[in-house]
C-alpha cells in the first residue's frame, strides 16, 4: 500500500485543519491506520489510530477531545480532523497503515506516507 498525505499548511492559534491520507492499493479496508507526528529535534509520536472498520479509535491524550480521525474504506482515505490547533502541535504528520490491529506504536506500522508539515503560529 503507498500512501499520500495533503492537507497540512500555516495557521494560527484556534485554527483547524484536515488532514488526509490517500491509500493505493488493494484492500484499504484490512488495514489499520495511525497518524503520527515529529516535531523538530523530537522523537516521532503517536497522534491517533483507527480499527480496520472504523469502529474504534484511539487518541494521544494530548490531541484528545480536539482531534478526530476518520477513514471512507470505500474511498481508501482517511482523514484527521484538527481542531482548536495549538503551536505545541507543530510538527511533521504521517499516515501510516498496518495490517493487523490498529495500534499507537509506530514501529509495527508497515507502510508509511511522505508527511505533510503542520505549523501553527502563536
Known amino acids: 500500500v503507498q500512501l499520500q498525505a495533503s492537507g497540512g499548511g500555516l495557521v494560527q492559534t484556534g485554527a483547524s485543519l484536515r488532514l488526509s491520507c490517500a491509500a493505493s492499493?488493494?484492500?484499504?479496508?484490512?488495514?489499520?491506520v495511525g497518524w503520527f507526528r515529529q516535531a523538530p529535534g523530537k522523537e516521532r509520536e503517536f497522534v491517533s489510530t483507527?480499527?480496520?472498520?472504523?469502529?474504534?479509535?484511539y487518541y494521544a491524550d494530548s490531541v484528545k477531545g480536539r482531534f478526530t480521525i476518520s477513514r471512507d474504506n470505500a474511498r481508501n482515505t482517511a482523514s484527521l480532523q484538527m481542531n482548536s490547533l495549538k503551536p505545541e502541535d507543530t510538527a511533521v504528520y504521517y499516515c501510516?497503515?498496518?495490517?493487523?490491529?490498529?495500534?499507537?506504536?509506530?514501529?509495527?506500522?508497515?507502510?508509511w506516507g511522505q508527511g505533510t508539515q503542520v505549523t501553527v503560529s502563536s
Open positions: 501510516a497503515v498496518r495490517s493487523g490491529s490498529y495500534s499507537r506504536d509506530p514501529n509495527v506500522y508497515n507502510s
Open positions: 492499493g488493494r484492500s484499504f479496508s484490512n488495514y489499520a
Open positions: 483507527i480499527s480496520r472498520s472504523g469502529g474504534i479509535t
